[in-house]
């Protein structure tokens, strides 16, 4: 069960990425300050930084405690479990988490539509695809004592397959549900036992 000052930090944090939400899409992301995020959000520039380094982060946020999910699902694996079973239930549990956070929010969205005007935001995301994919390759190799090249590969078309269809999927205006939908079948895709 979480503490009242954990579940206090976690409203606040919502707080801040809902201001900030708004903000973006109202006014543009270069045009809006942490300070003005701040004040919508009816706290301190101060607790921002508590929250966030940089107004960056409040766009990316969740990202890191999707990949440590997974990353717990491969390191907690069922004896004999193979490798593509392991990772179909790590990307369920990082679709999920994503579906209950960013998609709702439309975080996601909004994330897709302001990476495509800014490089700098673009860069960011494909960077973070980019680390992701080594940490979960770098997991599926040691646990699984696999080639380095097929565990790149394997976990490379997963994470790429997932987010593609994502960002397609976003970009089209798909709900939700359909977005956690089209991830769930990309899954499926790559995933599918080799014959």
Do not use: N
Not at 54 to 83: M, N, Q, W, Y
């Amino acid at each position: 069960m979480t503490g009242l000052r954990e579940r206090k930090k976690q409203r606040t944090r919502q707080t801040l990425i809902a201001a900030a939400v708004r903000l973006f899409e109202e006014r543009g992301f270069d045009a809006v300050t942490v300070a003005e995020i701040a004040e919508a959000a009816e706290v301190s520039t101060r607790t921002f930084f508590l929250h966030f380094q940089t107004k960056e982060d409040v766009l990316f946020s969740g990202a890191d405690l999707r990949v440590d999910l997974g990353l717990r699902v491969i390191a907690e694996r069922a004896p004999g479990e193979h490798h593509r079973e392991v990772l179909a239930r790590a990307m369920a549990e990082m679709i999920t988490q994503s579906w209950e956070d960013d998609l709702t929010s439309g975080l996601a969205a909004l994330r897709i539509r302001l990476a495509a005007g800014s490089p700098a935001l673009g860069a960011r995301l494909y960077r973070q695809y980019g680390l992701a994919q080594e940490d979960f390759a770098r997991a599926l190799r040691e646990a699984y004592e696999l080639d380095e090249v097929v565990a790149a590969a394997l976990v490379g078309a997963l994470v790429g397959a997932v987010g593609a269809v994502a960002v397609a999927s976003l970009r089209r205006g798909d709900t939700p549900d359909e977005c956690r939908a089209a991830m769930v079948r990309a899954t499926g895709m790559v995933l599918t036992p080799e014959s």
